[in-house]
């Protein structure tokens, strides 16, 4: 995979892209490609500027903007830096918000990003709130993620193990794992994670014998 990625990247750096809109597009996928590779370097020099390119042409209040906008965000969180990926990540929720209908479903992951972000910043009130609206949002739309949804069920429901809210975090882990349950044709990590979240609630509830059960 990274051989081709980087034979794009060359080919890219040699002129095979004339058209600005369609350079910002081919980096924005570069660098979330990079980004997912872990070679963040790379990552950020393409995200950067297809960012640029698209501030230039598109305006600094396109949808598009704001997503450049988030991918730099999760590229600062990636990077340990907390506060630039919170920042970020409001500026293109803010854009979001001014352009683009609720029920967008950039606008639930985006909420859900930041939800993660104050979590790791010890800010769980606000973790709370927006994971809640992230939620909110994804179950009312038409083009509901069910994967998405059940990803922010579990991140709330370990939030609020956390807090000492175990029969609300019971449910909503148990709902993320009838969603994320390792199947042959589908990934189990995410099942894994609503798992480890689930183990220290059913503790929490005095049910330490099927805490031991969901281990194995």
């Known amino acids: 995979v990274l051989d081709v990625v980087d034979a794009a990247a060359d080919d890219l750096a040699a002129g095979a892209v004339a058209d600005p809109e369609v350079e910002a597009t081919v980096r924005t996928a570069l660098g979330a490609t990079y980004l997912g590779l872990g070679r963040l370097d790379e990552a950020e020099r393409h995200l950067r500027r297809g960012f640029e390119i698209r501030r230039s042409r598109l305006g600094p209040r396109h949808p598009e903007t704001a997503d450049s906008l988030v991918n730099l965000g999760w590229l600062a969180f990636t990077r340990d830096d907390a506060a630039s990926a919170e920042q970020l990540l409001g500026e293109g929720l803010a854009i979001y918000r001014a352009t683009l209908d609720e029920h967008d479903p950039r606008i639930a992951s985006t909420l859900h990003d930041i939800g993660l972000v104050l979590t790791h910043l010890g800010r769980l009130d606000e973790a709370e709130g927006t994971y809640r609206e992230s939620l909110r949002l994804s179950e009312a739309s038409s083009q509901v993620d069910v994967v998405a949804v059940a ?15 175990a029969s609300e975090a019971e449910r909503l882990q148990r709902q993320a794992l009838e969603v994320l349950a390792p199947t042959p044709d589908r990934a189990h990590v995410r099942a894994v994670e609503a798992m480890v979240g689930l183990a220290p609630v059913l503790q929490q509830l005095g049910r330490a014998t099927e805490a031991v059960t969901l281990a194995e």
């Open 151 to 165: 990803l922010t069920r579990s991140r709330l429901g370990s939030l609020l193990a956390t807090r000492g809210q």
